[in-house]
């Protein structure tokens, strides 16, 4: 399996511009996740989707930030336009809903993120 | 969700075992502990889950108090790639809202040679 995969890795862009991350979840897995880590705020929860549905974006920092999901296996985190402040580091994660047994698993994938530098 | 309190930082000598405790006072019957780690510029990775009895699987052990106000994550023997942020999670199994998972700061576990 090939994991969690995003891209591009790193990402330099001038205030303004536009800026698209990427991501490929696992496979079979049916809840897709978008964090942003900085050292201010640490990981935060920025949206997630259920079967390409969002379901609570109530991490989105503003209107600026918007997420899609188009099919099962691809994701984009768009920032229209970006700043500074948008600086850090995207992680998008994905997990199969539900086991059967003692208990649920939270057990997410994480992808090896994205590093966005806005200047 | 149960609020978590965990040391800042620790240091373990290689080989040893590390002993990472996370406090969880207001823990509620439903809630189960969530261990995550994160190597440096890498994505948090999960290590482990409990809810009242004791875990163990191939990466660590989760040994939770009968009470379940506190817990340990414990590495047997400890090595440097066991450098990283732990973090120590509390939340309801379940569906739907159940899967966000919250982070709070962890702690940075140094593995010293």
């Known amino acids: 399996d090939a994991g969690v995969i995003q891209s591009p890795r790193h990402e330099v862009t001038e205030m303004g511009q536009e800026v698209t991350l990427r991501c490929k979840p696992i496979?079979?897995?049916?809840?897709l996740f978008w964090y942003r880590q900085t050292m201010m705020r640490g990981l935060e929860l920025l949206i997630y989707?259920?079967?390409?549905?969002?379901?609570?974006d109530s991490g989105m920092p503003e209107d600026r930030f918007s997420a899609k999901m188009p099919n099962a296996s691809f994701s984009t985190l768009k920032i229209q336009p970006s700043e500074p402040r948008d600086s850090a580091v995207y992680f998008c994660a994905s997990r199969r809903s539900g086991t059967s047994g003692r208990a649920l698993s939270y057990e997410q994938y994480f992808g090896p993120g994205t590093r966005l530098t806005v200047t | 969700d149960a609020k978590t309190t965990q040391p800042p930082s620790m240091d373990c000598a290689e080989g040893r075992a590390a002993n990472l405790p996370c406090n969880h006072s207001t823990i509620s019957g439903n809630e189960y502990v969530y261990w995550y780690r994160q190597i440096h510029s890498q994505g948090p990775q999960y290590i482990i889950h409990?809810?009242?009895n004791n875990e163990t699987n191939e990466m660590a052990s989760l040994i939770i108090t009968e009470d379940r106000k506190s817990s340990t994550l414990i590495l047997p023997h400890a090595t440097l790639r066991d450098t990283a942020v732990y973090y120590c999670i509390v939340r309801v199994a379940g569906g739907g809202s159940n899967y966000k998972l919250t982070f709070g700061k962890g702690t940075l576990l140094t593995v010293n040679p």
């Open positions: 496979s079979g897995h049916d809840y």
């Open positions: 989707f259920n079967n390409n549905v969002p379901i609570d």
């Open positions: 409990g809810l009242k």
